[in-house]
């Protein structure tokens, strides 16, 4: 497996970031947060999942940050239409609300390089971007917990 990659680019400048979530306000507050740091910005938008594709070929994020559920197509199977159709694509940051094993398992296994939760505190979702733009994977702390323990081999 070849070990995670920083985002092309990503040191000529901001690192740049599109919002895909079914809500408003959400995509709303995430843009103020984002938009108010000098190494981050918002550079697209939208609200499901069916139009993140042409959204990355147009603007080229290098982070998109990904809610699971949205109408007609979740962010899980947008995550893996990004990573199968584009060659260098944006590394995808799956957010929810919802803490379910399923979720994680279904973002990682379609590419995602993070996942994260969205009552995290905006500085951690601030170092969320900054961490994956870097090569770097993320998990919240109790995918991990649970991950290492479904996935733990007993001692020989």
Known sequence: MTPPQP?????DGPVTVALVDDEALVRAGLRALINAEDDLRVVAEADDGTGVLDLARRTRPHIVLMDVRMPRLDGIQA???LVSSLDTPPKTIVVTTFENDDYVYGALRAGASGFLLKRSRPEDILAAIRLVA????LLFPAAIRTLAAT???PAT
């Open 79 to 81: 995550t893996a239409t």
């Open 134 to 137: 870097s090569g770097d994977a």
């Open 151 to 153: 996935h733990a081999q």
């Open 7 to 11: 985002c092309p680019d990503a040191n």
